[in-house]
Structures are given as C-alpha cells and as structure tokens.
C-alpha cells in the first residue's frame, strides 16, 4: 500500500492514527544512498517516544550537516534506532533496488525491541518482514518517524564515506560521499574505479570497459 503527495515538512498525524488503531510501536524507515557510485547504501528503522520528539526533525534532504547532526545527537538519547548496510559488492549482485529492501529489513529487525508496525518512504515494503508494514510515498517529508530515519541514515553514511576517504584518496568522498558529481566523474575517469564502487552503475562500468581497452 503506498500513500501519495506529500507536504513539506513532516508530522506526527500518520503516528497518531495508528496509535489510535492500537498500535504502540511504530518505526519508520528510511535510506541514504541509493545514488551515489560508491560505498553501501544505509537503511535506518527508528521508533520515536511519543513524549520526548527531539526539534528539527525534517527530510534529511532539507537540513544542512550541522542541522542533521544536532538532530541525529537527540535521537540517540531519545528515540530507539536500528540501522544496517547494503555494501557495493551486494548492489552489484542483486540490484541497488534489493540491497536497499535488504537493508531495510535487517534495519527493522535488528531492534531492540519488535516493532509492531513498520511505514517506510517510498514505494515498495521489504519482503519477509516479521511485521506489518506500508509504504508511503514521500514519507520523509510526511512522517517523523520516516524523517528522523532518514536523518540517522545519513548521518551515518555521510560518516563512514568520510572514514572511507582516508583510504581511498584522490576521489573526494569527505566533500561529496561519493554521489556522481563532476569532481567524483572525473576523479573517477583519472583514478578508475576502487573497491568501493557500484560496477553494475553505468559510469563505473564504462570505466572498467576502458579501462579493459587501454
């Protein structure tokens, strides 16, 4: 089930009806990653305390890095989250679309504690969630939950692809976390690909191909 068209910035309504329908443990899900040419993608499933939602909370796409830091810093004294990879080498073999539903799942279940209700930005609901679930689309703009989920993605991607820059110099991951910007394109035409990159993303393909013909 996937719900459609949403505002700007997120609320706690999609949280309240549920709670109203018995409900008590909702998590929302999210990712960060799904573009970038390099590095894994991230899935994080978070359950906020009705009581004690942290200010700011917003798209991650919306808020800079200092918002996003200040905002994931409250959620990990206030909500419970859970959060897990979709590494290159899993995007290459089953498609970046599964490894993110993978990632999604083991997000999920690796909660302290079940949730008993699961929404997710976007489209599609993982498959073998122990958990009811629905998709709504433009989550992260309509629902805390998702929003904050999507914060705590990102802030740990953006982390680890910082980490990852110190051993992969010379492609600008600190400053771009990898997404195929110019500086990332021709970094990687002058470098080739590292063990980081997507080989099944076309970009980075057609530089193993070149790379094959030189």
Same mark, same amino acid.
């Not at 949403?6 to 329908?21: T, Y």
């Not at 808020?63 to 590494?87: H, K, M, P, Q």
């Not at 110019?182 to 530089?207: N, Y």
């Given at each position: 089930m996937a719900l459609a068209e949403s505002p700007v910035w997120p609320d706690f309504e999609h949280e309240r009806l549920l709670i109203a329908s018995g409900f008590r443990r909702i998590a929302g899900v999210d990712e960060a990653g799904r573009g970038p040419l390099a590095g894994p993608v991230v899935a994080a499933a978070v359950v906020?305390?009705?009581?004690?939602? /942290?200010?700011?909370?917003?798209?991650?796409?919306?808020?800079?890095?200092?918002?996003? %830091?200040?905002?994931?810093?409250?959620?990990?004294?206030?909500? %419970?989250?859970?959060?897990?990879?979709?590494?290159?080498?899993?995007?290459?073999?089953?498609?970046?679309?599964?490894?993110?539903?993978?990632?999604?799942?083991?997000?999920?279940?690796?909660?302290?504690? /079940?949730?008993?209700?699961?929404?997710?930005?976007?489209?599609?609901? /993982?498959?073998?969630? /122990?958990?009811?679930?629905?998709?709504?689309?433009?989550?992260?703009?309509?629902?805390?939950?998702?929003?904050?989920?999507?914060?705590?993605?990102?802030?740990?991607?953006?982390?680890l692809m910082t980490r990852c820059d110190a051993s992969f110099s010379g492609y600008?991951?600190?400053?771009?976390?990898?997404?195929?910007?110019?500086?990332?394109?021709t970094a990687l035409a002058a470098l080739g690909p590292c063990r980081l990159h997507r080989r099944s993303f076309w970009r980075v393909a057609a530089c193993y191909e070149a790379q094959g013909s030189g």
């Amino acid at each position: 089930m996937a719900l459609a068209e949403s505002p700007v910035w997120p609320d706690f309504e999609h949280e309240r009806l549920l709670i109203a329908s018995g409900f008590r443990r909702i998590a929302g899900v999210d990712e960060a990653g799904r573009g970038p040419l390099a590095g894994p993608v991230v899935a994080a499933a978070v359950v906020l305390d009705a009581e004690r939602i /942290p200010d700011g909370i917003a798209d991650s796409k919306m808020l800079d890095r200092a918002a996003r %830091e200040d905002v994931f810093a409250a959620l990990c004294a206030t909500a %419970e989250i859970s959060f897990a990879f979709g590494s290159a080498a899993t995007v290459d073999r089953i498609n970046i679309l599964q490894a993110t539903l993978v990632a999604m799942r083991r997000a999920v279940i690796g909660l302290a504690a /079940p949730a008993d209700m699961v929404i997710i930005d976007g489209r599609d609901v /993982p498959k073998g969630l /122990p958990v009811q679930a629905k998709a709504i689309i433009g989550g992260d703009a309509r629902s805390l939950s998702i929003a904050a989920a999507s914060i705590v993605a990102k802030v740990i991607r953006d982390r680890l692809m910082t980490r990852c820059d110190a051993s992969f110099s010379g492609y600008g991951l600190a400053s771009h976390k990898g997404y195929s910007t110019k500086a990332h394109q021709t970094a990687l035409a002058a470098l080739g690909p590292c063990r980081l990159h997507r080989r099944s993303f076309w970009r980075v393909a057609a530089c193993y191909e070149a790379q094959g013909s030189g």
